[in-house]
C-alpha cells in the first residue's frame, strides 16, 4: 500500500525513495523521482524546487552519477573556460 503523504511546513509531500536520473529542461534542474511506497509507474520528473527535503536521496545519486546533470553556480560559470 502507498505511504500516504508527511505534512511538511503545513504542506503535504510525499517521501522521496531514489532520484533515478537528472535532466536540464528549459535551463532548470529536473529530478526523476521514485517515491518511497509507490511502483514505478508512478515515477516522476520534478523540478528541483520541489526536491529540497530530498538532499540526501540526491547526493547518493550524484555519488552513483557524478556525470549527470546538475545546475552550476553563476561564479563556477564564470570560471570556465571554453
Known amino acids: 500500500m502507498p505511504q500516504a503523504p508527511v505534512e511538511l511546513e503545513g ?8 532520484i533515478l536520473d ?3 529542461r528549459h535551463n532548470k534542474l529536473e529530478f526523476f523521482v521514485k517515491w518511497e ?5 508512478n515515477n516522476l520528473w520534478e523540478p528541483e524546487d ?3 527535503n530530498a538532499r540526501n536521496a540526491i ?7 557524478p556525470q549527470a546533470p546538475r545546475q552550476i553556480v ?3 560559470f564564470n570560471n570556465l573556460k571554453f
Open 74 to 76: 553563476q561564479m563556477q
Open 50 to 52: 520541489n526536491c529540497k
Open 37 to 41: 511506497g509507490y511502483m514505478n509507474e
Open 22 to 24: 537528472s535532466c536540464l
Open 59 to 65: 547526493a547518493t545519486f550524484y555519488c552513483k552519477y
Open 11 to 18: 504542506e503535504e509531500e510525499y517521501i522521496v525513495e531514489e
